[in-house]
């Protein structure tokens, strides 16, 4: 995979894209299926990560974890109606070992509010081991750290 390096970066940044599109488009069931079955997502702040926090403000271990956060989105949980708009850049491949790529990936996020008020909610980097199997993509790992340690209390949805 290493001599394919140009290609790599190719499909992990239209993976990184499609993740983006499906919460940005309240597609969220599709969410879980970016992940392995046994994974890692967090969502933490530079500060708590140099802290080498183990947990974060969102925290989940396997797609069935994933699956049923979004199953509590959609019918149990109540928070004010928003969406995202995600700006991800491009992915830079830290390590190619086998079939996992190390990557790390800058993103911004804008919530927009029922309202149509909108803010800049989250800015940080996405830290991603990503498994490659049979030209398919999956997270067994996305640590996602913002740039601040100020995370708003809406955060519902995932970034």
Same mark, same amino acid.
């Given at each position: 995979?290493?001599?394919?390096? *140009?290609? #790599?970066?190719?499909?992990?940044?239209? +993976?990184?894209?499609?993740?983006?599109?499906?919460?940005?488009?309240?597609? =969220?069931?599709?969410?879980? &299926? @970016? +992940?392995? *079955?046994?994974?890692?997502?967090?969502?933490?702040?530079?500060?708590?990560?140099? &802290? *080498?926090?183990? +947990?974060?403000?969102? +925290?989940?271990?396997?797609?069935?974890? =994933?699956?049923?956060? #979004?199953?509590?989105?959609? *019918?149990?949980?109540?928070? $004010?109606?928003?969406?995202?708009?995600?700006?991800? /850049?491009?992915?830079?491949?830290?390590?190619?070992? /086998?079939?996992?790529?190390?990557?790390?990936?800058? @993103? =911004?996020?804008?919530?927009?509010?029922?309202? /149509?008020?909108?803010?800049?909610?989250?800015?940080? #980097?996405?830290?991603?081991? #990503?498994?490659?199997?049979?030209?398919?993509?999956?997270?067994? $790992?996305?640590?996602?750290?913002?740039?601040?340690?100020?995370?708003?209390?809406?955060?519902?949805?995932?970034?």
């Amino acid at each position: 995979m290493e001599d394919n390096k *140009e290609k #790599v970066v190719a499909a992990l940044a239209g +993976f990184m894209e499609d993740y983006a599109r499906a919460i940005d488009r309240d597609e =969220l069931e599709r969410w879980p &299926e @970016f +992940f392995e *079955e046994q994974c890692t997502y967090k969502i933490t702040s530079v500060e708590n990560e140099a &802290e *080498e926090y183990p +947990f974060g403000v969102m +925290f989940a271990d396997s797609r069935g974890m =994933l699956s049923d956060r #979004v199953k509590s989105l959609r *019918e149990a949980n109540i928070y $004010e109606g928003q969406r995202y708009r995600h700006v991800v /850049g491009h992915p830079a491949i830290l390590a190619i070992d /086998g079939d996992q790529v190390r990557s790390e990936t800058s @993103f =911004l996020v804008v919530r927009t509010m029922r309202t /149509g008020e909108m803010s800049l909610f989250a800015a940080g #980097v996405y830290r991603d081991t #990503v498994v490659v199997k049979e030209a398919k993509l999956a997270f067994a $790992e996305r640590v996602v750290v913002c740039d601040s340690s100020r995370i708003d209390t809406l955060l519902a949805l995932p970034l």
